[in-house]
């Protein structure tokens, strides 16, 4: 599956509709991609593993999209087949008043993933420079240019924040779900008309559907300008569930194997230690 397409270059001029929402990515059918999905967590719950007896880097992985993207699918499907006890989820979503009193990205700061442990943000940082952006531009048109000023020193302080991230250590995986606007609304529609969907469903979810073109343009210059060589964004179809699946899946997959991780070996101390441990251990009474 070739995902170099779905990188976006760094300080780039993105044209997101250039970007088909309804891709394939190469894959020829659902059935095939359940098969290469289920290969896959085999091999992440496997590297996995080795992640966490390693302790030498962290894993974050951002997701980002549209309400109804498949945020929490990705998640649930991904994520399914490894050990519980390594990976978490934060979702971030209204500030409370203890986060409003902070610097806007001390709230992730305090959460993120320590070595050996992979940490996934369901939605993030990346929101101070996307609801807060339309919500603030819809409130504050008369002052567009003091608002400009505003989203181009925290895509630099975001920039800042991810490199010293993956400097220290930390593996950072962007990811853009990219949703079509009539996609969303059968989706939305979708859980309205489900009783088991309705509590998925939130007054905020129509207002960013209203929103739409002002959420792309947002969506836009964050990608633009916060798609770097040591963190890229990757757009991902997302109107399609199965694929966008795959994909994120594949691409955590390919970065755990770039590491090229082995279990620790034990010092010849530790080894003489294990070998009489286990012989006073065979010689126990059964």
């Avoid at 992440?44 to 945020?71: E, P, S």
């Avoid at 109107?239 to 594949?250: L, M, S």
Wanted: glycine share 6%; aromatic share 10%.
């Amino acid at each position: 599956m070739d995902r170099k397409h779905l990188i976006v270059k760094p300080k780039s001029n993105l044209d997101l509709g250039s970007y088909d929402p309804s891709g394939h990515c190469g894959l020829r059918s659902k059935e095939d991609a359940a098969e290469k999905l289920h290969r896959d967590i085999e091999k992440l719950a496997t590297l996995q593993d080795v992640f966490a007896a390693r302790k030498t880097h962290a894993l974050l992985i951002v997701l980002q999209g549209m309400d109804a993207a498949g945020k929490d699918g990705i998640i649930k499907h991904v994520i399914s087949g490894i050990n519980p006890q390594g990976v978490y989820v934060r979702s971030f979503r209204q500030p409370t008043d203890e986060e409003l009193r902070h610097d806007y990205l001390w709230r992730e700061s305090k959460v993120l993933p320590e070595y050996g442990q992979m940490g996934i943000f369901n939605r993030s940082y990346y929101e101070e420079v996307l609801v807060v952006r339309v919500s603030r531009e819809t409130q504050e048109r008369e002052n567009a240019r003091e608002v400009a000023d505003t989203w181009a020193e925290r895509y630099e302080d975001i920039n800042a924040f991810e490199r010293h991230l993956t400097r220290c250590g930390t593996i950072v995986l962007k990811f853009f779900l990219h949703l079509s606007k009539d996609e969303q609304r059968r989706r939305l529609l979708d859980r309205l008309d489900d009783p088991s969907k309705m509590w998925k469903f939130s007054d905020a979810d129509f207002e960013g559907h209203t929103r739409w073109d002002a959420y792309q343009r947002a969506f836009t210059e964050m990608l633009e300008h916060t798609s770097t060589d040591g963190a890229p964004w990757y757009v991902v179809p997302a109107d399609r569930k199965w694929v966008a699946r795959i994909v994120v899946g594949n691409i955590i997959v390919s970065a755990l194997q770039h590491l090229s991780l082995e279990y620790p070996e034990p010092s010849e101390e530790r080894r003489t230690a294990y070998t009489l441990l286990a012989e006073s251990l065979r010689e126990e009474p059964g």
